[in-house]
């Protein structure tokens, strides 16, 4: 097999991942290219980008700016046979979503089949949403299969509809949560396309740390991160503000996001704002001296109005990994990873003086931190080994398993 793995956009620093996965499919001899939908924005990129050495192909981001392509694309694709009934497909889809995103799905499924021509036999999606829909449409165009990785937000604010026709048309569907999964089987027509494959973690990067027991002054607490709805910054700032004056902390969070410029503006009131540290986006071995540095990990996941959430996010199992105690919520698939009271805190989504108490009893509390961060570094380790997560993915790639596995569960 010979596939193209389309992504929304490539490098990113905040889709590790999607960059692990490639690389590991790339290890185990898939021959393949990447399609990117966007061009980078991140200023930085991670080492493991560079371990990647397949070509990249970039898609027009925006179709009047390279509108010769896209033409030279239509003028070669509309005499095919299979164009007429993709192109009534992708009408039918724009009469239920009249919007300027739906015409750039289909001009670049144009170019993405027209460049493709027979370079490929598989299409493979990173998100269910516009990465799956330029798919779909370019996969029809080739008459060849397709197949999705679905995560969070592309599956829980694209259309039911949507989500339907694609689990009809894919040949297989892999995701990362339980919930997710129990959610898409129950609009699949044939439940058995769905897999699921935790990310994991490769944990010869995350290697194994024994921390130091400290009775420190100060209690520097961590959170990793988008600065956007579905975190729950907002909530994070609100449960910080709260705890008593006399306690002695630093919060640092790390990453870009929408928010990011309110968040500020809000700590910036506070009586001791040198307490609060932004440190914008950084490089996998910089967050990983930080998760080191640290003493507790926080993460305030929500539900966004548009439905959007997370997933199980990686940055709470590379937290773990390094024997970090984690605060977070019951959201999506996080109760998958963290035990209430036995590998972590869990408040409910929303609770702010919930949230607020939970870090107040690990702050003062060194033992509590030893012991959640212990029990979570080692179930980590024994139930989110990358290497392990991901042979169901080889096997539906057609590459052979290394563990001893035979069959897709």
């Given at each position: 097999?010979?596939?193209?793995?389309?992504?929304?956009?490539?490098?990113?620093?905040?889709?590790?991942?999607?960059?692990?996965?490639?690389?590991?499919?790339?290890?185990?001899?898939?021959?393949?290219?990447?399609?990117?939908?966007?061009?980078?924005?991140?200023?930085?990129?991670?080492?493991?980008?560079?371990?990647?050495?397949?070509?990249?192909?970039?898609?027009?981001?925006?179709?009047?700016?390279?509108?010769?392509?896209?033409?030279?694309?239509?003028?070669?694709?509309?005499?095919?046979?299979?164009?007429?009934?993709?192109?009534?497909?992708?009408?039918?889809?724009?009469?239920?979503?009249?919007?300027?995103?739906?015409?750039?799905?289909?001009?670049?499924?144009?170019v993405l089949a027209s460049e493709l021509k027979?370079?490929?036999?598989?299409?493979?999606?990173?998100?269910?949403?516009?990465?799956?829909?330029?798919?779909?449409?370019?996969?029809?165009?080739?008459?060849?299969?397709?197949?999705?990785?679905?995560?969070?937000?592309?599956?829980?604010?694209?259309?039911?509809?949507?989500?339907?026709?694609?689990?009809?048309?894919?040949?297989?569907?892999?995701?990362?949560?339980?919930?997710?999964?129990?959610?898409?089987?129950?609009?699949?027509?044939?439940?058995?396309?769905?897999?699921?494959?935790?990310?994991?973690?490769?944990?010869?990067?995350?290697?194994?740390?024994?921390?130091?027991?400290?009775?420190?002054?100060?209690?520097?607490?961590?959170?990793?991160?988008?600065?956007?709805?579905?975190?729950?910054?907002?909530?994070?700032?609100?449960?910080?503000?709260?705890?008593?004056?006399?306690?002695?902390?630093?919060?640092?969070?790390?990453?870009?996001?929408?928010?990011?410029?309110?968040?500020?503006?809000?700590?910036?009131?506070?009586?001791?704002?040198?307490?609060?540290?932004?440190?914008?986006?950084?490089s996998q071995e910089e967050v990983i001296k930080?998760?080191?540095?640290?003493?507790?990990?926080?993460?305030?996941?929500?539900?966004?109005?548009?439905?959007?959430?997370?997933?199980?996010?990686?940055?709470?199992?590379?937290?773990?990994?390094?024997?970090?105690?984690?605060?977070?919520?019951?959201?999506?698939?996080?109760?998958?990873?963290?035990?209430?009271?036995?590998?972590?805190?869990?408040?409910?989504?929303?609770?702010?003086?919930?949230?607020?108490?939970?870090?107040?009893?690990?702050?003062?509390?060194?033992?509590?931190?030893?012991?959640?961060?212990?029990?979570?570094?080692?179930?980590?380790?024994?139930?989110?080994?990358?290497?392990?997560?991901?042979?169901?993915?080889?096997?539906?790639?057609?590459?052979?398993?290394?563990?001893?596995?035979?069959?897709?569960?």
């Open positions: 097999m010979r596939a193209a793995i389309i992504l929304k956009g490539y490098p990113r620093l905040s889709e590790t991942f999607i960059a692990q996965e490639i690389l590991e499919l790339q290890k185990r001899g898939l021959s393949m290219e990447i399609v990117s939908l966007r061009y980078p924005t991140d200023n930085k990129k991670h080492p493991i980008h560079d371990e990647i050495v397949v070509p990249v192909r970039y898609l027009p981001e925006y179709l009047y700016k390279e509108i010769g392509r896209v033409w030279k694309s239509w003028r070669r694709i509309r005499r095919w046979t299979s164009y007429r009934d993709v192109l009534s497909v992708w009408l039918r889809d724009l009469r239920r979503d009249l919007t300027s995103n739906r015409i750039r799905r289909f001009g670049q499924a144009l027979n370079d490929v036999d598989h299409l493979h999606a990173h998100f269910l949403h516009t990465p799956a829909s330029v798919t779909r449409y370019a996969a029809n165009l080739l008459g060849i299969s397709w197949s999705c990785s679905a995560h969070a937000v592309d599956i829980w604010t694209t259309p039911k509809w949507e989500v339907r026709e694609k689990l009809e048309n894919c040949k297989w569907l892999v995701t990362c949560t339980r919930g997710n999964e129990r959610y898409l089987k129950g609009l699949a027509e044939n439940p058995l396309k769905i897999h699921l494959v935790y990310h994991g973690l490769d944990l010869e990067k995350f290697k194994m740390v024994n921390r130091k027991i400290e009775r420190s002054s100060c209690v520097r607490l961590l959170s990793v991160g988008r600065a956007v709805e579905k975190k729950g910054y907002k909530d994070l700032l609100a449960a910080l503000a709260l705890l008593p004056d006399n306690l002695n902390w630093t919060f640092t969070h790390i990453g870009g996001g929408a928010e990011l410029k309110q968040l500020k503006r809000m700590t910036n009131s506070w009586d001791v704002p040198e307490q609060i540290k932004w440190i914008g986006p950084c930080a998760y080191r540095d640290a003493d507790i990990f926080v993460l305030a996941s929500k539900i966004a109005k548009n439905g959007d959430r997370d997933g199980l996010p990686n940055v709470l199992i590379e937290a773990q990994s390094q024997g970090l105690p984690c605060v977070s919520t019951r959201v999506s698939g996080i109760p998958e990873l963290i035990e209430d009271e036995v590998s972590g805190l869990l408040a409910d989504s929303g609770d702010i003086e919930g949230l607020s108490a939970r870090l107040h009893r690990l702050i003062v509390s060194t033992e509590l931190r030893v012991s959640l961060g212990t029990t979570g570094q080692n179930l980590v380790r024994a139930n989110f080994n990358f290497h392990d997560c991901i042979e169901n993915l080889t096997l539906l790639f057609g590459l052979p398993a290394t563990n001893g596995i035979d069959n897709v569960t």
